[in-house]
C-alpha cells in the first residue's frame, strides 16, 4: 500500500490544522493507521492511531482533547484533525500503516508532511 501526506504548513499557536493521508494499492479496511511525527533532534513518536474499522482509537497524552485521529474506509483516507496547536507541535508528520494481524507492525509509511507552528 502506497500512502500520501497532505495537509501541513505554517500556522500560529491556538490554530488549527488537518492533516490528510490517502492510501492506494492495497484494500485500506485491512490496516490499522497511525500518525507519527518527529522534531528536530528528537525520536520519532506516536501521535495517534486508529483501528481497521475506526472504532477504537489512541491518543498521545501529549495530545490528547487537542488532535483526533479518524478514518474514511470508503475514500481510503485516515484524517488528523490537530486544534490548538503548540510551538511543540512543531515536527514532521507521517502516516503509516499496520497490517491486521497478531504481531504485526507499522510497515507502511508515507512521506511526510511539516507542521510549523509560531508562537
Known amino acids: 500500500v502506497q500512502l500520501q501526506a497532505s495537509g501541513g504548513g505554517l500556522v500560529q499557536a491556538g490554530g488549527s490544522l488537518r492533516l490528510s493521508c490517502a492510501a492506494s494499492g492495497g484494500t485500506f479496511s485491512n490496516y490499522a493507521m497511525g500518525w507519527f511525527r518527529q522534531a528536530p533532534g528528537k525520536e520519532r513518536e506516536i501521535v495517534a492511531s486508529?483501528?481497521?474499522?475506526?472504532?477504537?482509537?489512541y491518543h498521545a497524552d501529549s495530545v490528547k482533547g487537542r488532535f483526533t485521529i479518524s478514518r474514511d474506509n470508503a475514500e481510503n483516507t485516515v484524517y488528523l484533525q490537530m486544534s490548538s496547536l503548540k510551538p511543540e507541535d512543531t515536527a514532521v508528520y507521517y502516516c503509516?500503516?499496520?497490517?491486521?494481524?497478531?504481531?504485526?507492525?507499522?510497515?507502511?509509511w508515507g512521506q511526510g508532511t511539516q507542521v510549523t507552528v509560531s508562537s
Open positions: 486508529v483501528n481497521w474499522s475506526g472504532g477504537s482509537t
Open positions: 503509516a500503516g499496520r497490517p491486521r494481524g497478531p504481531g504485526r507492525s507499522y510497515e507502511y
